[in-house]
């Protein structure tokens, strides 16, 4: 390896290091212990999630779920009530069911190898770099959304990060980049340069430890990098969901365990405002006696947005229809059930539970 880029390389990793000794977050409640279990959980919640929003979530999970067995032996019911809110619930149910392959496979515990962690379900490879490095401090590199800024402003790499090639040369950086010491403290230092330092909106590069041989900055690139995605019209489509309250509670169902929300519990749906009654008619045996829709909303999801028309449904008396099936519940916020809601579901319960 030439002199220069060694020297580069090391330069690098200790400017970063020497910045993080002063001023890097060592108190987050995932660095204490540092467990190769808490460090998947935090790196599983923190994708698409910022670090103030993933901590209260963070500690809810471990006070219920302690450990690796206690979350694989849990039901998928109680793991999607505890991240009810975070969004994307997909990382909840490979989360649920890697534990159970570590638990039937490896004993409930993490096997410190690569390969092995990065076959479990929902652990690409910068979670499983970020497992090794965090917790074994084994030397892998990671590549998750806050140091692909860092090395494309650093670095002024042109091009969409989800591109082979441009995601093969940050890979490339990356694995340059990380030192053979210190491996762990290194990776979380330039995470932690990425999230508060070299910010998506609001670069701070006058704070920043590798600012005299940024491209971006000598440039005045930093808004222009990451290349963002060609924009792709986002479909609108729309939903009715029907809010049917009876004495009991409001009526959920639980959705399919694979897709939009899978396995959470939400309002039954139809399509337009005219399916209302028919759909009463057919699942409850009964029209609803009173009938009121709610000002629509959109929530906007990575790939469409969803136009929500909230009905409300008033019924005098439990349709015994229903319940025939498995797969529904009253729910009542007094004696509140420990199930998964999505955010827009729990913000429309927060809503009616309060006219009422
Ligand atoms: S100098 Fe600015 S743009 Fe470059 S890595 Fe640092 S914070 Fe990011």
């Given at each position: ?27 987050l409640p995932w660095q204490q212990p540092r467990t ?94 970020a497992i090794m490095a965090l917790a074994f401090e ?133 399509e337009q405002l005219d399916e209302v009654t028919p ?78």
């Amino acid at each position: 390896m030439p002199l220069a880029m060694l020297t580069n390389e090391l330069s690098f990793s200790s400017k970063i290091l020497a910045w993080f000794d002063q001023h890097g977050r060592h108190d987050l409640p995932w660095q204490q212990p540092r467990t190769p279990y808490r460090v998947w959980v935090s790196e599983i919640m923190l994708q698409q999630t910022q670090v103030r929003t993933v901590i209260p979530y963070f500690e809810r999970f471990m006070a219920r779920f302690p450990e690796i067995i206690t979350l694989a032996d849990a039901p998928l019911d109680a793991v999607l009530e505890h991240w009810s809110g975070l969004g994307y619930y997909a990382r909840a149910r490979h989360l649920h069911r890697a534990a159970q392959q570590l638990r039937d496979q490896y004993a409930g515990q993490m096997p410190a190898d690569f390969a092995q962690v990065q076959a479990l379900p929902g652990i690409g490879r910068s979670t499983a770099g970020a497992i090794m490095a965090l917790a074994f401090e084994q030397r892998y590199a990671i590549l998750d959304g806050n140091v692909k800024r860092v090395l494309t402003r650093h670095g002024g790499i042109v091009g969409w990060p989800g591109e082979t090639a441009v995601a093969n040369t940050l890979w490339a950086l990356a694995e340059q980049y990380t030192p053979t010491v210190r491996i762990a403290e290194y990776t979380q230092a330039i995470m932690d340069l990425g999230a508060g330092v070299c910010s998506r909106s609001r670069p701070q590069c006058a704070r920043c430890p590798i600012h005299a041989d940024c491209q971006a900055r000598a440039t005045g690139q930093q808004q222009c990098l990451p290349t963002p995605r060609k924009a792709r019209a986002q479909p609108l489509r729309h939903t009715v969901m029907l809010m049917i309250q009876g004495p009991q509670g409001v009526l959920l169902q639980q959705r399919p365990p694979v897709g939009l929300w899978g396995g959470l519990w939400a309002f039954p749906q139809v399509e337009q405002l005219d399916e209302v009654t028919p759909w009463c008619l057919a699942h409850l045996g009964t029209a609803p006696q009173t009938l009121q829709a709610w000002e629509p909303f959109t929530h906007v999801f990575s790939h469409f947005r969803w136009k929500i028309t909230p009905v409300w449904l008033g019924l005098a008396h439990d349709p015994a229809k229903i319940m025939e099936a498995g797969g529904w519940l009253w729910y009542n916020y007094s004696d509140a059930i420990a199930v998964g809601v999505p955010a827009p579901v729990a913000n429309l319960l927060a809503q009616l539970f309060q006219n009422n």
